[in-house]
């Protein structure tokens, strides 16, 4: 694993800079993170999301190796704006994509073009690499979309495939295949 390449720790994109996450960014991750409206649907995050949930995050992002599990702060105008990552199966050649974005910058296209970057990028870096998929609620319908508008093909709904805070929920799986990306 150690003499596989690593993805570039800086993306651009026509309006964002994906870098990794800094500890500078704490005070803008609580900002967009203690939204319980944005965490709607992120039922794995503490609720209420305080100040230390924030600092907690943005240390683990910092310990990241590069290699299996890759995070970016999505950057705009000097200000932190979400996240943007990538974990790494590559036994079976495959990636999973997450995203998240201020709900103050929701509808402006940011996480479409940040996914874009990123899927980008992890198919030219990995060459064996055959998928990156994203996973959603079902009910998440903006995720959703994102994932259609990178070029992701919904592949089904895993009924009550997840419990969390004793909930059953269904989650929708999208995916985009190395020769689909091609075209």
């Not at 999973?96 to 996914?115: D, H, K, P, Q, V």
Request: glycine content about 6%; some cysteine; overall charge neutral.
């Amino acid at each position: 694993m150690a003499d596989r390449p690593s993805l570039p720790k800086t993306l651009r994109t026509e309006r964002l800079l994906l870098r990794p996450f800094q500890f500078g960014d704490v005070d803008d991750v609580y900002a967009y993170a203690k939204d319980p409206e944005w965490s709607r649907f992120l039922r794995v995050l503490p609720r209420p999301y305080d100040r230390i949930h924030a600092e907690q995050f943005i240390a683990r992002q910092t310990l990241l190796d590069w290699i299996e599990h890759v995070a970016w702060a999505a950057v705009l105008k000097d200000r932190v704006v979400g996240g943007i990552g990538l974990r790494f199966n590559f036994e079976n050649r495959h990636a999973e994509l997450g995203y998240s974005i201020a709900r103050s910058e929701w509808g402006n296209g940011y996480c479409t073009e940040a996914a874009r970057a990123v899927i980008d990028a992890a198919f030219r870096t990995h060459e064996d690499l055959i998928r990156v998929h994203a996973r959603a609620d079902e009910n998440n319908t903006s995720s959703q979309r994102v994932m259609q508008k990178t070029g992701m093909t919904k592949e089904g709904v895993l009924r009550k495939f997840r419990v969390e805070r004793g909930e059953a929920f269904d989650e929708a799986w999208h995916s985009i295949l190395r020769e689909e990306w091609k075209q």
